[in-house]
């Protein structure tokens, strides 16, 4: 969300910000879409939760975050924790207003609430970015690619083998 109020108007990014919905894809804009992962740097796949997940025929992103604590990182860059970054993009977004408002909405739905800061303290950083187009042969399970009597899925997706499908590479971000 963050990045998007870079590029976009704040009621844009806001609502096209559609995982606290329970959208199937974490971002909507118009044509285009994207669904974020973020994974530890031990991690070698990434968790798709559902068929309809990856499934939309518009062209889409797999954006995967790979984290870290800031402390288990030597001479860690731009570390942050969550409250910083919900203050940092509501400053971004405005202190009033519709976007604002929904925004709010969104953060609830998510399961952030500002009573709970404390516990949203731990700062961490992006070791890695990475993005990958998800259209033609991108290998996917959606409800157009599976038998009809399988009506959901939950699967995983070995990242070693996308480098065909890879985007950008933003590498040693910390």
Known sequence: LESCLE????????????????GAQDFLFGQAWAEVKAISKSANTVEISSLEQLALDDSGTLEVYTLDKAENVEEPKNPVSLAELVQRVRQQVGEVGTPRQSLDEKLLLAGYHDEDKSAYITPIVILDHRTYSVSGEFPRLTPATVPNEIVGAHYQIALHNLDAFLVNDKENLS
């Open 7 to 22: 590029t976009m108007q704040s009621s844009q990014a806001v609502n096209a910000w559609r995982g606290p919905n329970k």
